[in-house]
């Protein structure tokens, strides 16, 4: 098998259009306003590999917004600020082979029939080792952002105040259609050996089954539409306090509030439930007590939990719980010691925020994929191939109808409700001293640690005392996991289309704690993130035609926002991927002395036009 042997550059041809317009009126001498305008526009098409419709994505992106912005001078010491702002953006995507015949492959005429031939793509086929082809069929993400604010400033004394307000409403409407023509993946399973547990080979067996239309996975989808909303309210209010000649203060305090996250027709999964009985454990624990597994003896057998819906048997419309202790602090100060050394130091608190720009509502039972399952008995027959995929067909949306039966033997995932705001602490302190000749020289500290940060976590992991803790290879715990089993789910019409739907099912999947379900994740407020930094800058003053400028950082960060393994009882600390020790940064500025006011060709205005007021700049 020949790889790699294929490269292209992966140019993108990606037009832009912009245009911006700007109106400006001073009503009085106490009052003016501005109102501005942009729109975009970009077509970009990327990683189209082969140069054909095999691969690549289509985009337009169109983005508007209109802001106004209102300046009032009240009296002389209080001055209002009023703001408002729309966003729109809309960035649809689709796949060059649409819409493609999906007949010219040879598939069942009742699979077609299930398919909407106007999004079909040419059918996302993934090979081992092999460049993947084909696609989805793409998105149709729309969002409306509105922002209104207000700000007074009111210098009194030896104090200025400042305080506002900011409410933001965030609209987003998203239609992702997901595989719309059957996906496949062709990977190791059926052609390695001897064992069926044995590793795989460098390269070819994933081709070998393609070869043989022998698919190891794959699945198609029916994808529901989103619109979601959320908002965001706040409040600050601030103090610059001389309190002498050479000290300054900062206080100040913001509260925010963001009411969380809703779907309008309630389209939406809120949470797990984790204790309840699920409706098939009677007869599940009946069929597992004709042929237990050692590790679990028949009354021990549980089939607990199931997925919540919004606005269900008393579940809120919202997706998470109100989070109303957001209060942020702010603290700094400057202090003059000498005439020409300053010091300087701050500490404050930012949240992050959890609303519709940053999660997705859930829609399992909604959105429903049907699972390509190739074999009921672990390879001994066939019943899902290359050119029948689906002979069951294709699985249609309950929405919330089976309730904790939903997406019973396939992976969920849910938000919790509890799910705190996540929030980071800064602080900084620094020294700050001028030397002759304009130069400054200022040597500081700044730190920051993240909070609650989210970190995804498995809640349906085979127990640790089950696993191996040997750290080569243990082919034994290997197979005992891999053991096939009677499945007590076998024949229950709830587990149709999932992997674990047949007579038989592994040891490992049975040891699970929702031994229903393949897997269960959700994001846990479990995370945090650590950084430590020494920073030295050294400025030339802007004098006899030139600056410059150099900024050396040490530093570190660190971040604990994954589990090693899923039954860790907390995130491991590692090295963050942003994590760069040394930092150099030199820039410099000089203007060229030709011309008027400089030392050479000043006396001359034609030659003061062409090489007068030039300059050069160099960043490093």
């Not at 953006?89 to 077609?112: E, I, K, V």
């Not at 674990?500 to 229903?516: F, K, S």
Request: proline share 7%.
């Amino acid at each position: 098998c020949i790889r790699d042997s294929y490269t292209d550059p992966n140019v993108a041809d990606s037009p832009y259009v912009g245009y911006l317009g700007r109106l400006d009126h001073a009503v009085n001498d106490n009052h003016r306003f501005f109102i501005s305008l942009n729109r975009a526009y970009t077509d970009p098409i990327s990683d189209k590999y082969f140069h054909n419709i095999a691969t690549g994505t289509i985009r337009s992106r169109v983005q508007s917004g209109i802001s106004f912005n209102d300046n009032i001078v009240l009296t002389p010491t209080w001055i209002l600020e009023l703001r408002y702002g729309i966003n729109r953006f809309s960035d649809p995507t689709r796949h060059p082979s649409q819409p493609f015949d999906l007949s010219t492959l040879g598939l069942p005429a009742s699979l077609l029939r299930q398919i909407d031939a106007r999004l079909a793509t040419l059918p996302p086929t993934s090979i081992t080792g092999l460049t993947s082809i084909g696609g989805t069929a793409g998105t149709n993400p729309n969002t409306t952002y509105h922002t209104v604010s207000a700000q007074a400033t009111h210098p009194m004394r030896n104090h200025s105040f400042r305080m506002g307000a900011e409410y933001r409403l965030l609209l987003e409407g998203v239609y992702s259609y997901g595989n719309v023509s059957p996906a496949y993946s062709f990977g190791t399973t059926w052609t390695r050996g001897p064992l069926d547990t044995s590793g795989a080979a460098p390269t070819g067996q994933g081709l070998a089954s393609f070869l043989l239309g022998l698919p190891t996975g794959g699945s198609i989808d029916r994808n529901a539409s989103r619109a979601e909303s959320s908002g965001y309210l706040s409040g600050f209010f601030q103090d610059d306090w001389k309190i002498t000649r050479r000290l300054m203060l900062n206080l100040g305090v913001r509260y925010e509030y963001e009411t969380a996250l809703t779907e309008r027709y309630n389209r939406a999964s809120r949470g797990f439930d984790a204790t309840a009985p699920n409706p098939i454990e009677a007869a599940a624990q009946r069929n597992y007590a004709a042929a237990p597994i050692p590790d679990i003896p028949a009354s021990a057998f549980r089939v607990r939990g199931g997925l919540l819906f919004a606005g269900v048997g008393g579940v809120p419309r919202r997706l998470l719980d109100a989070d109303r202790n957001n209060f942020a602090p702010r603290l700094g100060f400057a202090y003059q010691i000498r005439r020409r050394t300053v010091v300087r130091g701050g500490y404050a608190i930012f949240y992050g925020s959890l609303g519709s720009d940053r999660l997705d509502a859930p829609q399992q039972g909604f959105s429903r994929t049907t699972a390509l399952v190739p074999s009921l008995d672990n390879g001994l027959t066939f019943r899902a191939t290359l050119r029948d995929p689906f002979p069951d067909g294709i699985l249609e949306p309950v929405g919330a109808a089976d309730g904790l039966k939903t997406f019973l033997g396939q992976s969920i995932s849910f938000i919790s409700p509890n799910r705190a705001t996540p929030y980071t602490q800064r602080w900084s302190f620094n020294l700050q001293r001028e030397l002759p000749h304009r130069l400054l020289i200022d040597a500081g500290y700044l730190s920051s640690r993240g909070t609650k940060l989210g970190a995804t976590q498995e809640l349906n992991a085979v127990p640790a005392q089950y696993l191996s803790t040997s750290p080569l290879r243990d082919q034994a715990v290997i197979n005992a996991l891999s053991t096939v089993v009677p499945n007590p789910f076998f024949g229950f019409p709830e587990f149709g289309g999932s992997s674990i739907q047949g007579q038989t099912t592994t040891r490992a999947q049975l040891l699970r704690p929702m031994p229903h379900f393949t897997s269960v994740t959700s994001v846990a407020s479990a995370g945090a993130s650590w950084y430590h930094a020494g920073v030295l800058r050294i400025e030339k003053r802007f004098s006899k035609g030139y600056s410059v400028q150099g900024s050396y950082t040490y530093s570190k960060a660190m971040e604990a926002v994954e589990y090693l393994n899923p039954t860790d009882p907390a995130p491991t600390h590692s090295i963050s991927a942003n994590d760069r020790t040394h930092s150099l940064s030199i820039s410099g500025l000089y203007n060229l002395p030709f011309g008027r006011g400089r030392h050479w060709l000043k006396s001359n205005r034609l030659l003061d036009l062409a090489f007068g007021g030039w300059s050069v700049q160099g960043i490093y």
